[in-house]
């Protein structure tokens, strides 16, 4: 028996999320099966974090210990062969037999894309939230470090959030522009449900006016979930990296 690291890339569109669910398509149900036609050998395999419906990745971490004694080359060549295109193996490695993908994470960034236009792209339909009215890209640059450090994000997570500890750590928080897309970049030691997207749903409604530049603080404090902002739509965000 071994454990091995591997790392992937994937675009949620066609998931209902990463972890495994009962008769719904998932992104671990592809990577177990495609072990299983590799190997012939049943494989669990523990992913760093769970995803959203819809929600895509560009590095995500997943750990598994196998018995076969196929080289790590062979296991991402092989697994690369048999999943279908919207998923790819990144890279494999062996791994120290205690690392697990999840309990040994020590951060996430995560970033949101907005395609900020008038005139919707049929390329970007699933892998950008659109949003016509202006962005100001640098006043929400600038409300947005207020997330940044150590607070209770309670007023920032989803009622379905199961989380008896709601602190987390915001490790940094940017907001910039390139053309038409506005990209929203968060890295934290951890995340609650829905947390990024609240955030950046709080940042438009900023952008709109609705909530004042320097409202951010108040609503942390309150612990109110309906002081802060609307949960925009999953497909644009992006678990961008993993930190161990």
């Known amino acids: 028996m071994r454990n091995i690291k591997a790392t992937i890339a994937f675009s949620g569109t066609n998931y209902h999320g990463f972890q495994r669910q009962p008769g719904l398509k998932t992104v671990q149900g592809e990577i177990e099966n495609a072990f299983f036609r590799l190997i012939g050998e049943k494989v669990d395999i523990n992913g760093c974090s769970r995803t959203d419906a819809g929600v895509h990745a560009n590095s995500f971490v997943f750990s ?3 018995n076969n ?5 062979g296991i991402q060549y092989g697994l690369n ?3 279908p295109p919207d998923i790819s193996v990144l890279c494999v490695e062996n ?8 309990y040994d994470c020590r951060g996430k960034e995560y970033i949101y894309l907005i395609h900020n236009s008038e005139i919707k792209s049929p390329f970007y339909a ?4 659109r949003s016509w ?13 207020s997330f940044i450090g150590e607070h209770d994000f ?10 008896e500890i709601t602190v987390r750590t915001v490790f940094d928080y940017s907001v910039s522009r390139e053309g038409d897309i506005v990209k929203f970049t968060v890295s934290g030691d951890g995340f609650l449900y829905n947390m990024v997207r609240i955030t950046v749903g709080t940042l438009l409604f900023i952008n709109d006016g609705k909530l004042s530049e320097d409202s951010i603080p108040a609503i942390i404090a309150s612990c109110d979930r309906t002081r802060a902002g609307k ?10 990296r993993v930190f161990y």
């Open 69 to 73: 004694s196929i080289d790590c080359r």
């Open 154 to 163: 309670r007023a920032f997570s989803a009622s379905a959030c199961d989380k």
């Open 95 to 102: 791994a120290p037999d205690n690392f697990h993908a999840r």
């Open 133 to 145: 009215y202006p962005i100001d890209a640098e006043k929400l640059d600038r409300a947005c470090k």
């Open 231 to 240: 949960t925009v739509p999953p497909q644009g965000l992006y678990l961008n």
């Open 64 to 66: 598994a210990a196998i």
């Open 126 to 129: 699933d892998r950008m939230y």
């Open 81 to 83: 062969g048999i999943l």
